[in-house]
T-cell receptor, first 114, second 111 residues
Framework: GAGVSQSPSNKVTEKGKDVELRCDPI?????LYWYRQSLGQGLEFLIY????????KSGLPSDRFSAERTGGSVSTLTIQRTQQEDSAVYLC????????????FGDGTRLSIL | QKEVEQNSGPLSVPEGAIASLNCTYS??????FFWYRQYSGKSPELIMF????GDKEDGRFTAQLNKASQYVSLLIRDSQPSDSATYLC???????????FGSGTRLLVRP
């Protein structure tokens, strides 16, 4: 498909487990973003990747959260020792490299921590 | 003060009416402005973007930007029940890649 692809679409796990969320951006898009959206809330910026530059991790809520982007394409967001407050929809977006370009979102991963 | 503010609504309009959604932002250096539509349980979908003062039209949608007043709006003409959704305003701060989102306005179009 031509859009941003995220997997899994749903993830249920026990508190304390680690989870990995995957994002495959639109082909050719050099910028990739992760957001989090809690129920009924707005979008919270987590991390940004642009080309080969160092990522902006300023939105990560704790050191349990990390992300990487391999080969300038696919990205993985990892949450270690999950907590109930981590339950949310995790959205990935991508865009062309210029700062004013629209971001296009994937369908998200709905994460539920039991 | 939030960086991007929207009335949470719900804004209720009858089918066929014009829906007017408003957004204000705090950073005077903001350069680009976006409207996303988000259906319940779905991800945000880009519907309009605007960079310059004035109006930009696309089908039934018109985005209006007034940088002096730090105000951006979205008009939806001939509103349809299928337009019922939450509309998110998003702003790029000056020379920044970060999109700052408002909390969204819920629109209800009554048949």
């Amino acid at each position: 498909g031509a859009g941003v692809s995220q997997s899994p679409s749903n993830k249920v796990t026990e508190k304390g487990k680690d989870v990995e969320l995957r994002c495959d951006p639109i082909s050719g898009h050099t910028a990739l973003y992760w957001y989090r959206q809690s129920l009924g809330q707005g979008l919270e910026f987590l991390i940004y990747f642009q080309g080969n530059s160092a990522p902006d991790k300023s939105g990560l809520p704790s050191d349990r959260f990390s992300a990487e982007r391999t080969g300038g394409s696919v990205s993985t967001l990892t949450i270690q020792r999950t907590q109930q407050e981590d339950s949310a929809v995790y959205l990935c977006a991508s865009s062309w490299g210029n700062s004013n370009q629209p971001q296009h979102f994937g369908d998200g991963t709905r994460l539920s921590i039991l | 003060q939030k960086e991007v503010e929207q009335n949470s609504g719900p804004l209720s309009v009858p089918e066929g009416a014009i829906a007017s959604l408003n957004c204000t932002y705090s950073d005077r250096g903001s350069q680009s402005f976006f409207w996303y539509r988000q259906y319940s349980g779905k991800s945000p979908e880009l519907i309009m973007f605007i960079y310059s003062n004035g109006d930009k039209e696309d089908g039934r949608f018109t985005a209006q930007l007034n940088k002096a007043s730090q105000y951006v709006s979205l008009l939806i003409r001939d509103s349809q029940p299928s337009d019922s959704a939450t509309y998110l305003c998003a702003v790029h701060l000056d020379s920044s890649y970060k999109l700052i989102f408002g909390s969204g306005t819920r629109l209800l179009v009554r048949p």
